[in-house]
């Protein structure tokens, strides 16, 4: 059996808790991620399910425990660590008056990128949609989850790199 230190960890999670009103809803869970694995999320209503990914990017504070992402400690450096990853809500939160380049320049000034940053990144990021002819498409005139790859749009990865 191979022993895992926190430092490999994409995610390092040590008796991670979040309360509301003196209730526990997620109560003194621990786990690592290594880098290259996937992880779901699997229990009953109320278990914790949306309120640990909600901590894990830094939108909930735990109440108390230790949280580590990409070696951020979380939430005191949850902006950092958020430009680093894409996350896709479940719910939509792109603003459907605007066009699929307006979402994608919003979004990029949400994670901090410059202008020219951001408008060198449309490119390859509508590519890598396959939304190169709907680029001036509204968001709801788009199909099912084509806008999907959209909330990923704000991440450090520069045109074309990758992390692995």
């Given amino acids: 059996m191979t022993v895992m230190h926190m430092s490999d960890a994409v995610i390092f999670a040590s008796q991670l808790t979040k309360s509301y009103g003196g209730m526990s809803v997620v109560d003194y869970v621990s786990f690592l991620i290594p880098r290259g694995e996937l992880c779901g999320i699997l229990g009953p209503n109320g278990a914790g399910k949306t309120t640990t990914p909600n901590m894990l990017v830094g939108n909930v504070p735990p109440t108390a425990g230790r949280l580590r992402v990409l070696g951020f400690s979380i939430p005191a450096r ?32 949400h994670f901090g990128l410059k202008r020219a940053e951001i408008n060198a990144r449309i490119p390859f990021l ?8 709907k680029t001036h498409y509204r968001i709801n005139q788009l199909w099912g989850d084509e806008a999907a790859p959209i909330h990923c749009s704000g991440t450090d990865q520069p045109a074309g790199t990758s992390n692995s």
Avoid: C, H, W
């Avoid at 902006?79 to 380049?101: A, K, S, Y």
């Avoid at 509508?126 to 002819?133: G, M, N, P, W, Y």
């Fill in 78 to 109: 949850a902006r950092q660590m958020r430009l680093r990853i894409g996350v896709v809500p479940q719910e939509d939160n792109l603003d459907p008056d605007f066009t699929v380049i307006e979402n994608l320049k919003v979004y990029g000034q």
């Fill in 126 to 133: 509508l590519s890598l949609a396959a939304l190169e002819d």
